[in-house]
Structure formats: structure tokens, C-alpha cells
């Protein structure tokens, strides 16, 4: 990989985490070259997500990452496959939940399971493989401090060791996180509520298993007034962040010594005799907001510089990586001169408002768990703890207790808004966030459908997604002409099949249809009755799909 880039890029991309590096990935796929610049010197060491959604292990795989690598190096759902609520580590157990579908019948549904892998290890795998990309140029320790934009090129100004350098680009993707820099530059405001919950972060190493004994969980919530926070569990349960709320103000990591770090530490486990390491102490500030734009001309915002979500519900890094699945292909199409620049400004159609159901269930999520200590504190502040230790009396046996858990569930089920989400602007919200209807409207993605190409097993929603558009067509249906450069021509029982015959399943949704035409991404494009697909009809929807602004 060099470090001394010299050329004009395609596109320069700010920000080496989730977002920028799967974007770099997605765009080499499509033949573009990119180069990444990163402030950090080395990837993310403290952990902070842990959730990789089925989807996101999809969009890997489409972009060269074998899941099996990510479950590899991620928990397996015996360890993270719960959420417990206790009054602390060592008091009372309050019940738990399953924690997302990490279980195999999940897979009728979708290519892939959710699995947890601490952040730095994801961020780590996907380092790797921009770094043996050939299209993929990265410069660490480089931070850009300015940009502007000419006609037809960004250029960036980057501040390294060796003074400062301009690079130019087509293109420009701000992943440059929540605190954006490129997005203040750009003039873009953040829409919904700020500052919500102010949190202290502390990053820990510790053995607590004889704490959890057989209860691990991915999530431990600590609901004692007096010692109140959330234990991540990372790598198994050696790594560990608690996530503590605190007042206004009081997120200053001055105010946060040793003592008094291990003062909270040792308050929601409930035990000062555990030894731990504090590896490191952040401040975090809860927002549930989205941009008011995503694209300034020759730029465009992703990940956190576009969307920053409450962490209930696990929904920021993955709907990064979603973002740069949306736009990857677009840049490409209209670098190509395949697609009228306009394709470019459905971007911030599309990904915004998944971005704002995403924000809008995270804020529910985090209020909903508000409910829950209200329930355990009682109406009366001056009787809370009074109140709770009533509660943790009758844990075993309150059925109150049980059904305000379970009142919990859709923070920690929301395979619909994961993989189900679609871009044909459906009102889709009669439907839990847990209830998945695979459909096949313009918009949707084409459902999951295992199906077999060259020997191999694959899902069809994975197959679909090749360089450019694919036509899919019902197994008694023939194609007319078409331009195969312009256009991927599958048929069912001939170029792939299925053991449940996916025509059938075509066929049953709705009797009338013939073909899909999908988009890069796997989301419909359109689809046609038999009657309808014609040559015609079909590069009409073609050119359609790719002048949507
Ligand atoms: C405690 C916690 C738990 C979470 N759990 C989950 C979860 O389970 N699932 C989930 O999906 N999400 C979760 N999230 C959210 C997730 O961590 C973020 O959504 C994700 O990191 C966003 O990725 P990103 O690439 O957009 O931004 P970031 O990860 O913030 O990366 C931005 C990068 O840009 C670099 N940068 C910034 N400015 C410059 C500059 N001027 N020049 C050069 N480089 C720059 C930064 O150094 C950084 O590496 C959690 C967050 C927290 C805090």
C-alpha cells in the first residue's frame, strides 16, 4: 500500500472507520480508486460497537470479506446472545431477554446472523482488506484541515508530520464521525434533539465471570439507584465498558481519576475485591439527530457525519455501512458516464430517512429503558431505594417485574429495521420493528433465497449484487434482446437454483410477475408482468433507475 499518493483519485475518502473503510471497498469493487485519510495514527483500540447486523456481514461479503471471518473473530451467541438486568453484578438478577436472532432460524430470513464483535476487531478486518486492495490508499496520522471544491475536483488540504499537502479527488466522502469537521465546513446543520444524556465511557480489562456465572450476556444493565450503568462485553467477556450517565458537565475526563473510575466500577459490580484495568476513559454525549443535507456538491456526508442514534438498539455502525452500500455504486455508475449526476442526489433520499427511523427507534429504545427504572424506583424520589430493594425482594416471583422486562423486547429485536428496510418510501410502520415480511415492491430489497450458483451456495440477495443492474427473471419466462453490457440477465433453474424453487415463491407473491430489475445493491429497481417485459419497457426502467434524483 503506498503511503505517498501522488496521483488524482477518484475519490478521497476522510475518516478510516467502518464507514470510510467499507466505502473505499465498495468503491474498489465497482474498479474506483480511492484514498483514505486518518487522523489516527493506528485503528480504534477502545471498544465501543459491538452489534454487526446480518446486513452488514452481507455488505461485506459483496465487498470481498468472508463472514466467516467476522464470525470468527466475533462472540459466539452463547456469550453474546442475551440481556440481563440486575441491581448490580453480584445482587439481584431482574431477568433478561434474548438479545437480537442470533439463532439458525433466523436464516429463512436472511443471508446472515447478527454477531457481536468488538468495534476495534471489525474496524481491524476491514483495515486488512483496504490494505491489500490495490485500488485502496491510505495515509495515517493524517489530518485533512480544510477543503474546496472547484466544477469537476475537491481539493483537501491535510495537515501530516511533514507539513501540510493538498490532494484532489472527483469525489469527496465525509466519514469523519460525529463530531464531523467536513460537515460544520460544509454548512450542514444536525436536525433532532442534542445533547439528550450526557455519559462517562470507561474501557476495562477484567475476569468477571465469577460474577455473571452462568448468565453472559452481551449487555448487563445496572438499575440500582446507587450504582446505576451498562456493562458492555467485549471479546468474550475480557473486555469490558461500563457506560455511566452522568450530569451535565460531569463527562470532563479531568474529573475522572483512578479512584474514583474505580469507585464506579466497583459500584455496579457490586464487590470491591474484583480486580480490573482501566484502559481508557471517554466522554460520550447521546443524541438521536440526522443532517440536514448529505450531499454538498462534490461531497457527501456518511456514517456518524450524517446520522448520530442513542446506542440502544445498535443501529450507528451499521447504518454507515449501509450508506456507503447506497452510494458506492452511484459514484460509480455516474464516474462512468453510465448515470446522469442526479443519481447522486437519491444518496440523501434513500439513506436519510432509513437514518431517521434508525434515530427515532434508538431515542424510543433509550426512553423505553427510562420506563423501566421508573418501575423499579417508584413514583416517590424520596423512597426509590426503599422502593427497588422491594422489588429485588420478590425478583423471582414478580410477575410486574417480568412483564416490564419484557416490555423491553423491541430495543433488543428489530430484524425489520436491519434487514427489511426499503427505499420505496412505504409506510411500513404497522408492522413491528421485529417483524420482517420479506416482500418484492419497487425499493425493497430482493428477499433472502438460497440458492445454488457454480456448486456454491449463496443467498440470492448476495448474487443479485454484481457490478451493475441484474435482470431476474421466473424460470418459464425468456428474456427479450437486451444490451448485455448494460445489463446481467439471470433466470431461474438455468443460471441458478433453488432447493425451494424461488419462481414458486415469485409466483406466489404475486401471480403476475415475470422479472425484477435489481440494482447493484440488491434493492428492486422495478419489476415487470410478462406481459410487460419488453425491450422497451426494460431500458426504459434502466434509464429511469439511473436518472433518479
Ligand atoms: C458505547 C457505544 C456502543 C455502540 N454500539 C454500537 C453497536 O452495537 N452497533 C452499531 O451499529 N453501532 C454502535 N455504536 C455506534 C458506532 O460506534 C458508530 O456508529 C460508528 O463508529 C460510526 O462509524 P463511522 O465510520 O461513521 O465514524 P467513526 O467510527 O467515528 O470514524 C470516524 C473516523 O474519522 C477520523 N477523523 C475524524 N476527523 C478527521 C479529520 N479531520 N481528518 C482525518 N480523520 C478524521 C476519526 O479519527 C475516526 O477514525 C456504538 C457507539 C458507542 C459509543
Known sequence: MSHEPTQRHDVIIVGAGPSGLMMALLLAKYGLTSHIIERRAAVLQAPRAHAVNGKTVEICSTAGIPADEIYAAGMPATHGGRVNFWS??????????????????????????????????????LNRHSQANPHITLSRGAKCS???QKPDAVSLQVETQDGQREMTADYLIAADGAGSFLRAAMGIEMHGPDALQH????????????????????????????ASGTLISYDE?????????????????????????????TGVLGRDDVDFTVKDVSPWVMTAQV?????????????????????????????????????????????????????LDSYETERKAVAEANSGQSLENAMRIIELLGFLLGPDPENMLAHFEDICANAATSHELAAAIAAQKPHFDSLRLQIGYSYGGYDDTALGIDDYRPQMRPGDVVPHHAIKYQGHEISLTEFVQGAGFTLLLRNDIDAPALDANRLRVVKDGVDFNAAKDWSTRLRAHDEDLAALLVRPDGHIAAHFTADALCADNITGALARALEMG
Open 199 to 226: 455519559f462517562i465511557t470507561i474501557h476495562f480489562h477484567a475476569d468477571l465471570s465469577a460474577l455473571i456465572k452462568d448468565k453472559p450476556a452481551i449487555l448487563h444493565w445496572m438499575m440500582s439507584p446507587e
Open 291 to 343: 443532517a440536514a443535507r448529505y450531499r454538498h456538491a462534490r461531497a457527501f456526508l456518511m456514517g456518524d457525519a450524517a446520522h448520530r442514534f442513542p446506542p440502544a438498539g445498535g443501529l450507528g455502525l451499521n447504518t454507515g455501512i449501509g450508506d456507503a452500500q447506497n452510494l458506492a455504486w452511484k459514484l460509480a455508475m455516474v464516474k462512468r458516464g453510465l448515470a446522469d449526476d442526479s443519481l
Open 146 to 148: 480544510g477543503f474546496t
Open 88 to 125: 448490580t453484578l453480584s445482587g439481584t438478577y431482574l431477568g433478561g431477554l434474548a438479545y437480537e436472532r442470533q439463532d439458525d432460524a433466523v436464516l429463512e430470513q436472511a443471508a446472515y446472523k447478527l454477531v457481536n464483535i468488538s468495534q476495534p476487531q471489525f474496524e481491524a478486518i
Open 237 to 265: 467477556g475480557k473486555n469490558w465498558v461500563l457506560m455511566h450517565s452522568c450530569a451535565p458537565g460531569d463527562e470532563d475526563v479531568a474529573l475522572y481519576d483512578a479512584a474514583r473510575c474505580r469507585a464506579l466500577v
